[in-house]
T-cell receptor, first 113, second 113 residues
Framework: GAGVSQSPSNKVTEKGKDVELRCDPISGHTALYWYRQSLGQGLEFLIYFQGNSAPDKSGLPSDRFSAERTGGSVSTLTIQRTQQEDSAVYLC???????????FGQGTRLTVV | GENVEQHPSTLSVQEGDSAVIKCTYSDSASNYFPWYKQELGKRPQLIIDIRSNVGEKKDQRIAVTLNKTAKHFSLHITETQPEDSAVYFCAANRGGSQGNLIFGKGTKLSVKP
């Protein structure tokens, strides 16, 4: 079946503009994660959704970042008033149940100019 | 907050040698420890995982060991091959049953033929 799908694959935006990144997890997966990966760097946790529980937003770097997950499926990560330091690959992952293999999407490469 | 430390950040070995990557975690409730491999330009993929009820797990040339008392776990790759060259990430779940995965900063492994 289809894996985790992210769109767009690439996004170039001007500094100060808002962007929305989309993640379609594998159908039926209850947990969804967003990570940020700067060039040559590690996987920085941003936010975690698990079922109907309140999301863990502790990784969001500033109040310009927000995310929601509608209907327990699709998730959108929104970055307001983008800055150059927001440039990175944003990765989404989902798992069928907690503490099992996380399947990653191909990522969205965001470039802020 | 909960932290996962990973060492070394880079590792270079000759083909056929063994490679060892070490991680420590801070959350005593963590009970799930996966390892991911990320090849250049690709998404991270699970290669092996271990749960806190076992001390060691092996899958062909790769093995993972866990020391709960010391809060550290290690990845061992034997008989390394050039195709093992990649970035390897360890992770631990935050809060045990919560399932949120926190990753180490990664180890870039280079296997020289």
């Amino acid at each position: 079946g289809a894996g985790v799908s992210q769109s767009p694959s690439n996004k170039v935006t001007e500094k100060g503009k808002d962007v929305e990144l989309r993640c379609d997890p594998i159908s039926g997966h209850t947990a969804l994660y967003w990570y940020r990966q700067s060039l040559g760097q590690g996987l920085e946790f941003l936010i975690y959704f698990q079922g109907n529980s309140a999301p863990d937003k502790s990784g969001l770097p500033s109040d310009r970042f927000s995310a929601e997950r509608t209907g327990g499926s699709v998730s959108t990560l929104t970055i307001q008033r983008t800055q150059q330091e927001d440039s990175a690959v944003y990765l989404c992952a989902s798992t069928p149940i907690i503490n099992t293999e996380a399947f990653f999407g191909q990522g969205t490469r965001l470039t802020v100019v | 907050g909960e932290n996962v430390e990973q060492h070394p950040s880079t590792l270079s070995v000759q083909e056929g040698d063994s490679a060892v990557i070490k991680c420590t975690y801070s959350d005593s409730a963590s009970n799930y420890f996966p390892w991911y491999k990320q090849e250049l330009g690709k998404r991270p993929q699970l290669i092996i995982d271990i749960r806190s009820n076992v001390g060691e797990k092996k899958d062909q040339r790769i093995a993972v060991t866990l020391n709960k008392t010391a809060k550290h776990f290690s990845l061992h790759i034997t008989e390394t091959q050039p195709e093992d060259s990649a970035v390897y990430f360890c992770a631990a779940n935050r809060g045990g049953s919560q399932g949120n995965l926190i990753f180490g900063k990664g180890t870039k492994l280079s296997v020289k033929p």
